[in-house]
C-alpha cells in the first residue's frame, strides 16, 4: 500500500470518530488562532508605536537642566555647536497655557523655537495652510492639526487669520513669603496650521501651539534662559558619543534624552512583551496537543482488532506507524489552517474600534508577515504529529496474534 491511500484511510478513520475528531481539530484551531491573531496585533501595536516616533528626528538629542543651580541661555547654544559631531543646537522654551478663541478654550503646550528649523526637529513636519513665522515675530502663532481643529467638534478651533489669547497663572513668593499669582496674557495671529505629524507624547507637536523663542521668552517671563536645548548631530550613529561628551562638558549637571535610545527601548520592550503572549498561546497548543494525544491512544485501544487484521493482510509496522501519523498530520493541517483564517480575521475584529491613548484615540493595523503565519502552520503541524507520534507507536508495535484475540 503507497502512502497516498494510507492517508486516505488515515482521513476515513478520522470521519467515522467524526465527534471527537471535530473536538481534537477544535483544540488545535484555538491555538493557532491564538498565536496568529497575538502575532498580528503585536506586530502591529510595534509598527504603530515606532511609526509615531518615526516623526522625531532621530539624530537629535535635547538637553534640559539637571538641576535647579543649571540654567541654559545664548551662552550654552554656542557650546554645545563646538562640539564634536554636533551640526547645530536649537534652543527651546515650552510651558502650559489655555488658548482663548472666540468663546472656546483649549489647554495646550506652547513652544517656541527657531521655526526656520523645525524639520530638523520633526522631519515630517508640513503646513497645511499659511507658513511659518520669522524668530523676531512676536505676534505670529502656528497651531498643531489637533489644536486646529479638536478631535470630536464639528467646527475648527482656530484658523489662518484667526486672534487667539494664550493666558496662564503665574506664581511667585513675594517678599514677606506670601505666594502671588498673576494672570499672564498674551494675543496672537494664527499665521499657520500644521499637517497632522503623528509626534508621541513628550513631543506632541500636533497638540501644540508655536511660537518664536522671543515671543515665548516674553510670555512665560524666562529671562532669556532655556527649557532646553535640541542637539542635531551629524548622523544617529554619534548620538551616544555625543551624549558622553555633552555629559562630561556640564559635569553631569545636565540630563540628555534621545529620541533614538526611547526607541530602542520601546523596541526591546514590544519584543518582550510579544513573547510572552505568543507564550500563552503556544500553551493552548500544548493543551491541544494532549487531545490528540488522548485521541489517539483512545482510537488504539478502540481499534486493537483492525490493526491486528491489517497486519494480518500485510501491513507492517511501519505502514501502521504512518497510518497514525496521518491523522495527527490531517488533525495539525485542518485545524492549523483554519486556525491562522479565525486569527487573522480574530485580530482584526478585535482592532476594529480604535484604541484611547489618553485624549488620543487611534486605529492599530494588525500586521501579518508572511513568514510569520508559515511560522505558526508549521509549529502546529510539528506539534500535532510529536504529540500522535507515541500514540502510532504503540499501535505499530502491536502483536497481530494478540490483537486479534481481542473482543
Do not use: C
Request: glycine fraction near 8%; hydrophobic fraction near 50%; charge should be positive.
Amino acid at each position: 500500500m503507497n502512502p497516498l491511500e494510507i492517508f486516505r484511510y488515515a482521513f476515513e478513520a478520522l470521519r467515522e470518530r467524526r465527534t471527537r475528531s471535530i473536538l481534537t481539530i477544535l483544540m488545535v484551531l484555538i491555538g493557532a488562532a491564538l498565536m496568529t491573531a497575538l502575532n498580528g496585533m503585536n506586530a502591529g501595536m510595534e509598527n504603530f508605536v515606532l511609526s509615531s516616533f518615526s516623526s522625531l528626528s532621530p539624530n537629535s538629542l535635547i538637553v534640559v537642566p539637571g538641576t535647579s543651580s543649571v540654567t541654559l541661555d545664548a551662552h550654552d547654544v554656542t557650546l554645545l555647536k563646538k562640539v564634536s559631531g554636533v551640526d547645530d543646537a536649537v534652543p527651546f522654551i515650552q510651558g502650559a497655557a489655555v488658548l482663548r478663541s472666540g468663546v472656546k478654550t483649549l489647554r495646550v503646550m506652547v513652544a517656541g523655537f527657531d521655526q526656520s528649523k523645525i524639520n530638523l526637529l520633526y522631519p515630517t513636519a508640513e503646513l497645511e495652510e499659511g507658513a511659518f513665522i520669522s524668530p523676531y515675530d512676536s505676534t505670529g502663532m502656528v497651531l498643531g492639526s489637533k489644536v486646529a481643529m479638536p478631535p470630536g467638534e464639528a467646527r475648527p478651533f482656530a484658523w489662518v487669520g484667526k486672534v487667539v489669547t494664550a493666558e496662564y497663572e503665574q506664581t511667585s513668593i513675594g517678599p514677606t513669603g506670601q505666594i502671588k499669582r498673576e494672570a499672564v496674557k498674551r494675543s496672537f495671529v494664527v499665521k499657520g496650521v500644521l499637517k497632522y505629524t503623528g509626534a508621541p507624547g513628550f513631543a506632541n507637536v500636533d497638540r501644540s501651539a508655536l511660537i518664536s523663542l522671543q515671543a515665548a521668552n516674553s510670555l512665560f517671563k524666562r529671562g532669556s534662559h532655556y527649557d532646553g536645548i535640541t542637539v542635531i548631530t551629524a548622523s544617529s550613529d554619534l548620538n551616544s558619543e555625543v551624549e558622553k561628551e555633552i555629559l562630561k562638558l556640564y559635569s553631569g549637571n545636565v540630563m540628555v534624552i534621545s529620541p533614538k535610545a526611547i526607541v530602542q527601548v520601546i523596541e526591546k520592550t514590544m519584543a518582550g512583551f510579544s513573547t510572552f503572549t505568543v507564550s500563552i498561546a503556544m500553551v493552548s497548543l500544548m493543551v491541544a496537543a494532549v487531545g490528540i494525544i488522548t485521541t489517539l491512544f483512545t482510537s488504539v485501544m478502540e481499534r486493537t482488532r483492525e490493526i491486528g487484521l491489517l497486519k494480518a493482510l500485510g501491513f507492517k509496522n511501519w505502514h501502521v506507524l504512518i497510518m497514525f501519523l496521518s491523522e495527527a498530520l490531517i488533525v495539525g493541517i485542518i485545524g492549523g489552517g483554519l486556525g491562522l483564517a479565525a486569527g487573522y480575521f480574530g485580530a482584526h475584529l478585535l482592532l476594529m474600534k480604535p484604541i484611547q491613548f489618553g485624549p488620543r484615540a487611534a486605529f492599530i493595523q494588525p500586521l501579518f508577515e508572511v513568514e510569520s503565519l508559515v511560522f505558526v502552520w508549521l509549529f502546529t503541524l510539528a506539534i500535532s504529529l510529536l504529540a500522535g507520534f507515541y500514540p502510532a507507536w504503540r499501535a505499530s508495535k502491536l502483536n497481530p496474534v494478540e490483537a486479534l484475540r481481542k473482543e
